[in-house]
Every structure is written in C-alpha cells, then in structure tokens.
C-alpha cells in the first residue's frame, strides 16, 4: 500500500507515525511545501518574545529522523499542486520542476493559513507579518534585529494575536492592539473577556475594540482606523483569523462547505475515494449541537491524524467531532475555554443558563493562593453541560481540562458535585472550584436558586425590582456600592426582615454570589420574591465600573 500525505506538522504527522507504527510494509510519503515538516507552531510567538532562545527546539522531528526512526519518504519544498482522482496520482513541483506521484490512499493536512483581508494599502506595506510557520517566524525576529522597532501593532486580539502582542511587548516594543468585535478574545464571553482588556491595559497595551483597520499608508508605517485615528506603526502583525488551506482540494473536485473548509464523512475521506482530510482545513461537527463548524486547534489535529491512520489501516474508528477547548496566556493571567458560549448557545436558540463562581486555585489559607473565574453553562431542564470559561493567574488549566472530560464523557452538572478531585493545601480545595460550580449549576436546576445575569440588572430595576446588598458596611465603604442599592448585612437579615416587603421582588447581591445565595434561601422560604444575581458585585464592578458608586 502506498500512502501519500499532503502537509506535515500536527495532523500529518501523527497520521504518518502512526501508520507506520501500524503498518511496517505500507510506503509513506509525506509531501511538506515549506522546508519544515515537523516543528512546534504553538512555540513561534514565544520564540518571538525570546522566552525560547534556541530555536533548534521548535524543530520536532527532521526528515533524517524520521526516516532512521520511521522509514519515512518526507519529501521538503515539495508541492503538490494537483489531484488526478482518476488515475490516482498527484503532481508534485519542487525546485528541479514537476513530477507525478502515484498513491492508493491520500491523506490531505494542508492546514489553516493566516486570513488577510483586502485592505487600501496592505499590499504595498513593508511591515507587516503574519505568523503561520518557521520561515515566518524567521521573517519577523530578522526584521525586528534589523530594524530594532519601538512601536508594534497587532491587527486581532483572538488567541494567537493577544500571544504576539504579549511577546512582542516582551521584546520591549510599545504595543497597539486593534480588534473589530467588540471586545478581545471574541469567542469568550464579553464579562469574562473584561478581566482580559484589564491586564492588557495594566500592562501598558493600548487597546482599540469594535474598529478595523481601515487603511495602511507610508508603506504601512501608519494605520488608518475606521473611526478617523492614524497609528505610527513600525511593524505589524496581522491575526484576524485563518482559513483552510483547500485550493488543491477545491481544484480536484473534492466537496467544500463553510469558508472553503473540507468536507469528510465520519470516517474522514472526503467526496473523492481513497482521498481522506484531517486538521485545521476540514469541517467538523460541534460534538454538543452536532452543527457544522471549524476548529483550528492542535489537538484535534493530532486526534484526527492517528485516527485517520487507524482507519486506512483497518481499524475502527469514528469522527467524532470537536468541542474546542484551547487556552492562552496574557501576560500574568490565563483565559481558558471549552465548548458553547453564549452567543452561540442564543445563535442555536439553545435553552440555557449560566452560573460564575469565585474561588482561590489551592487552599485559600495556604500562601500563593490566587483567584479563578470559573463560568458554567448548562442547560437549566436538564443539567447537560454546554460549556465553560475560566480566567485566572494559576489553575485555570486544570478546571476546564476537567470540564472538558465531563462534556466528552456526557456528564451532568449533578456529575460536578461527585468529582473526586486530588486535594492537598498546595494543589487545590477540598471542595474543588469545579465541583462548586456543580453545586451551584445544581441548585438552579433543582429550583432551590433563581438567578439573574450582570446584564440583567438595569431591566429588573426598571421593572420594580430592588437590589439588596448583604454584604457589610465596611465592605462596602471600602469597594463601593451598584447604584440603587439597599443593604442589610447577612448576618443582620433575619432580624430584619420586617424592614422589606413580601409584595416587593428582589435582587440580593454580595461579592461573589455565595452570600446572597444565603440570602435568596432565608428569604425565599420566608415568602419574599427574590433572584440572586449571579457572580454579584465582584463580576458586575469588573464589567460595568462606571457604575459603581464609593
């Protein structure tokens, strides 16, 4: 059996080994058009921020290795440029000229490039870079040496441009980032991505959300915004998305969908026979709404890549789809996500709801204890996990690997709570984050909480109800209160309970929801109509400060 693989790195490699591994008479040829089949993308923007100062250790695997180790035809600076379905042979082109190449299974793993958009003046700028691999990388830490730059632009603040701009500031350049959605991070949640724009701007970043770019003048040394600012750029980097890398597929024949991405069957071969596709250029379904999406990530790349191995070599395996769990580092914080957001659990007119606890990474009495925000959505019937943000300096990781694992294992919110989770002061709580994010999500489904969201707040006190702070007064002298409150400290409720009125509803609120929990369920089970505001003041001041009253 002769197998040729179009593209290295994740997807192609993995599957390369793998076969290998599987199959020891089969011949593997993996065609890589650039000079570097095997190398640790992940790695580029920190090799930027000289984080990792040799970069011989972005090189994962060299075609010597692999044909030493594995018996692999890796064939560098070799294109191919065209599929004949028919007679089964590709067209290579490399540096001597063209060539065909026979397969009986095709493996595509062209990957994601870097999306430019068609803005005035970008084809003529000498400046700006985007970043998809080694050559690339190359590209920018040789103009950076050469030029020594001081201002730096980053066009995106989606996971790989908020990386370029903490390494780039790294560098010592003063940097702009500049993001058309309305905040940064667009695939998290705005509340969760205000911790985000917080230490962005605490670390000196200038940060420009809901405007584009809107031209590139002086050979791309000055930005123009759509909303009339001018920026003095030195270099700049563009990171507004990726799309699949599918013209050779698209020129054979084979069925795209979305963006151009390749379509594959659950078994990963796609509309030609015998022509299979895996990783960051190929639709996948979103495991929980079985929907068409893209997810560029290099785990799934890997998944894909040994269960297309497994398949072409007579293994059962299935497709399963992707949930898109990812993280990234800014700065001192760490944002982390899996699954749904909101705004698409609303875009797939999902029933759903959303609880955020507050909680310190280890033991909160042991030294170095830092706080996670920890979002949940779920559904409210009937406690199936949808999906989950974190934001924090330490431990976030862990939290939303875990909540990951629930939602491939199809656990519940009632699941949570029963987690038995390594504790020791040093390492975690013995009521882990995660399993009081299941008691909470819990309460909500089983009728004992009835919440409200931080952009509820405006319409529940336009509509009569009161917001009731239970926290103490020095608290609140201290932080400041939300407009319009009323307060009666916790501890003090019960004993004044004659000062509030049963044909009144309210909002009960403390710092981060615990509390006013308590609160909901002394007052509820004395008659009183009540919600509780979800992730209470310490979300609601982050969110919405100018709100806020000292």
């Known amino acids: 059996m002769k197998v040729v693989i179009v593209g290295g790195v994740a997807g192609g490699m993995s599957a390369a080994t793998r076969l290998r591994r599987l199959d020891e008479s089969a011949e593997i040829i993996i065609l890589e058009k650039g000079p570097y089949v095997s190398f640790a993308n992940c790695g580029l923007p920190y090799y930027i921020g000289e984080e990792i100062t040799d970069r011989d250790k972005l ?36 540096a001597e000229g063209t060539y065909p190449l026979e397969y009986d ?28 691999n080694v050559p690339d990388v190359d590209a920018i830490d040789s103009y950076i040496q050469k030029h020594q730059p001081k201002k730096a632009t980053v066009i995106g603040a989606g996971f790989i441009g908020l990386e370029m701009a903490e390494n780039l500031h790294h560098r010592g350049l ?43 003048e002086d050979e791309g040394r000055t930005i123009v915004l759509d909303n ?38 659950d078994q990963y071969e796609t509309s030609q026979k015998d022509i299979y596709a895996i990783g960051d250029a190929i639709i996948v379904k979103q495991q929980i709404t079985g929907e068409d999406t893209m ?32 993280i990234v580092r800014v700065f001192d914080l760490a944002a982390a996500s899996t699954g749904l957001n909101e705004r698409q659990l609303k875009q797939a007119e999902m029933d759903y709801q959303a609880i955020h606890i507050q909680g310190k990474h280890h033991a909160g009495y042991y030294p170095g ?40 294992g199809s656990l519940t919110v009632e699941d949570l709570p029963e987690l038995e989770l390594t504790y020791a002061p040093p390492f975690g709580s013995a009521k882990d984050l995660v399993n009081m994010a299941g008691y909470a999500a819990l309460n909500v489904v089983e009728g004992l909480s ?101």
Request: aromatic share 6%; charged share 25%; net charge negative.
């Open 105 to 132: 299974k095709l493996i595509l793993s062209p990957g994601a490039k870097p999306f430019v958009p068609s803005t005035e003046g970008l084809s003529e700028a000498t400046n700006v870079y985007t970043l998809r």
């Open 369 to 408: 204890a830092e706080t996670v925000v920890l979002k949940l959505l779920f559904n409210p019937q009937t406690g199936v996990i949808y999906g989950a943000q974190a934001i924090g300096k330490a431990g976030v990781d862990k939290r939303i690997d875990v909540i990951a694992t629930a939602i491939k």
């Open 450 to 550: 009835e919440t409200a969201q931080w952009y509820d707040v405006e319409e529940l006190q336009a509509n009569g109800w009161i917001l009731l702070d239970v926290r103490e007064e020095n608290e609140i002298k201290v932080n400041g209160g939300m407009p319009d409150a009323i307060n009666i400290p916790l501890n003090d409720l019960r004993d004044r309970l004659n000062e509030l009125d049963k044909e009144q509803p309210y909002l009960l609120s403390c710092h981060s929801g615990q509390r006013s929990y308590i609160a909901e369920r002394i007052l509820t089970q004395s008659g009183f109509k009540t919600k509780n505001l979800d992730g209470a003041f310490a979300l609601y001041s982050m969110v919405k400060p100018e709100k806020i009253m000292k």
């Open 59 to 94: 090189m994962v695997q060299t075609p010597e290795k692999l044909l030493a180790r594995f018996k692999l035809d890796v064939r560098v600076n070799s294109e191919a440029i065209d599929i004949d379905s028919n007679s089964k042979t590709i067209t290579v082109q490399n």
């Open 295 to 326: 997810i560029a990530l290099a785990s799934p790349a890997n998944r894909q890549g040994r269960q297309v191995a497994d398949i072409i070599a007579g293994r059962g395996r299935k497709n399963k789809g992707s949930i898109g769990t990812a």
């Open 174 to 216: 003063d940097v702009t980032v500049v993001e058309m959605a309305p905040h940064v991070l667009p695939t998290f949640d705005e509340e969760m991505a205000t911790y985000i724009t917080k230490e962005l701007k605490d670390k000196g970043v200038t940060l420009f959300t809901g405007i584009a770019a809107k031209a590139f």
């Open 228 to 265: 009339g600012e001018r920026l003095d750029s030195d270099i700049t980097m563009m990171s507004v998305g990726v799309r699949p890398e599918s013209v050779l597929a698209e020129t054979a024949g084979i069925e795209t969908g979305m963006r151009g991405g390749i379509l594959v069957d």
